[in-house]
């Protein structure tokens, strides 16, 4: 296990330890949900769909607008996870147990806890449907279902996953045998892959790239190692200034980037990756692994394909300045399962969810919403496990940074922020609608220096 800096230095550091504290305590203790104090009901004045980042983030905030009794969330899962950090347990540098809670300890205190399954949305009856025979109706509904896995999709999975040398950081299943994977190598190719469709967390699948190459170096093992990133994009990341930084590490750690190449079946018996080039449809490679990172292809919820609120991709269609509904007023969305144009991040909720909060409070009002979500999102690519560029952009694909220095440069302090900072921030602020993305932060830095 790799231990982790628990220090940053410097006086932007302090100024940041300071404001996480002054948002703790704001925050106040937490509280666990008992789903004991009132009894369910079939309607609420706001109702959250799906227990994840941005419904729990919301819950809170609608909580405090208008009050506990009169908010649900609908969640079947009994655990809530924290995914930013599973690229960490991938590569040995986290514990599996640090990523997640009971689902009781996250959802606001008095909001009503519906244990169940959306399987219809009727917007316009202003009700859902539930896999438990419920029919629940609302004033305002947010949906915040994310996105889903399709490992199926891809020949030989998830079977696959039962034989050994193949992982996957993107599901709590098998994030631990990446990392198992990573402790067996020996010698051979060593295969990441990026899917031909919307991925959340789009950096994740080089992240792991970089993190296993470091310790195939830390291990002696790195000679014997041919590394190997397969992806179905044409380029290695979507903003230059980032990029141009990748392909340098790419260089200088003499890594393989093939692209436009879609991983579409894993023999894992033989450990064989069949590879199809996006370039020349029906042209298809094997590949032999000694170690396979899979990144499975994604797509919206099932019960959002179908439903009227979906565009014709299966994704809620909602403005991309305001995240309300475009055709039905009192329907609002956030995070990975929303059409809007940006990487699909914990960093982008956060930064919704604040605005999401203005135009609700807004439309509450009969007003029209007026603050405008840039499409802000934010990526750390870790490159090692003491360095980060942490990339941060808008919805034109341009630098949105926080911090008054090169971000495009690898960082111990960026590191440090993604491993430590950010997780602690999630748990005790952003899940208690406390934390709207860095935007102050911002500011602060920037005119500090001006």
């Known amino acids: 296990m790799v231990p982790l800096v628990a220090v940053v230095s410097g006086p932007r550091a302090q100024l940041f330890a300071c404001l996480l504290r002054l948002g703790t305590q704001q925050a106040g203790p937490l509280q666990l949900h008992t789903g004991a104090s009132h009894a369910a009901r079939n309607h609420y004045e706001v109702l959250v769909l799906g227990g994840g980042s941005g419904g729990i983030t919301m ?80 004033r305002y509904l947010i949906i915040a279902l994310g996105i889903q896995l399709h490992y199926e999709k891809i020949k030989g999975l998830p079977e696959g996953f039962a034989h050994p040398k193949i992982g996957s950081n993107y599901s709590v299943k098998t994030v631990e045998k990446t990392w198992k994977a990573l402790q067996d190598f020996k010698e051979g190719n060593a295969i990441f892959t990026f899917p031909n469709t919307p991925v959340k967390c789009a950096g994740a699948p080089q992240k792991i790239m970089y993190l296993s190459e470091a310790y195939f170096r830390k291990t002696g093992k790195r000679s014997k190692a041919n590394i190997i990133f397969n992806t179905s994009l044409g380029a290695i990341f979507g903003v230059k200034k980032y990029a141009d930084a990748l392909q340098e590490i790419i260089r200088e750690r003499n890594l393989t980037v093939n692209y436009k190449q879609n991983l579409i079946e894993v023999r894992a018996d033989k450990q064989e ?97 007026t603050k405008k979500y840039d499409g ?43 491993a430590d900072l950010m997780p602690f921030l999630y748990w005790n602020m952003m899940l208690r609608g406390y934390w709207g993305g860095p935007a102050i932060l911002r500011k602060l830095f920037h005119l500090g220096m001006s």
């Not at 969640?75 to 986290?94: D, N």
């Not at 396979?292 to 403005?319: E, I």
Request: hydrophobic fraction near 35%; charge should be negative.
């Open 376 to 418: 802000y999102t934010s990526c750390p690519l870790v490159t090692g496990y003491n360095r980060v560029i942490l990339a941060e952009f808008d919805y034109k694909a341009e630098p949105l940074e926080t911090f008054p220095f090169d971000q495009s440069k690898e960082r111990l302090s960026m590191y440090v922020m993604k």
């Open 59 to 138: 819950a809170a905030r609608m909580k405090r607008k208008v009050g506990a009794e009169n908010v649900a969330v609908v969640e079947p899962s009994e655990r809530h996870f924290y995914q930013p950090i599973w690229t960490l347990v991938g590569a040995g540098a986290k514990q599996l147990s640090s990523s997640g809670r009971p689902m009781a300890s996250v959802i606001p205190s008095g909001v009503e806890w519906i244990k169940a399954r959306v399987i219809e949305l009727n917007p316009d009856k202003n009700c859902i449907h539930t896999d438990n025979d419920e029919q629940i109706s609302y």
């Open 273 to 369: 990756a069949v590879f199809e080039n996006l370039d020349k449809p029906g042209e298809t490679q094997v590949i032999s692994y000694e170690m396979l990172h899979v990144t499975p292809p994604m797509g919206p919820p099932d019960v959002l394909k179908t439903s009227p609120v979906a565009d014709a991709a299966g994704w809620v269609d909602v403005d991309k300045e305001t995240l309300q509904h475009k055709r039905y007023p009192n329907v609002f969305g956030i995070g990975d399962c929303t059409n809007l144009p940006t990487s699909k991040t914990a960093a982008a909720v956060a930064a919704q969810s604040g605005i999401l909060d203005r135009t609700i409070s807004l439309i509450m009002k009969n007003q029209t919403p």
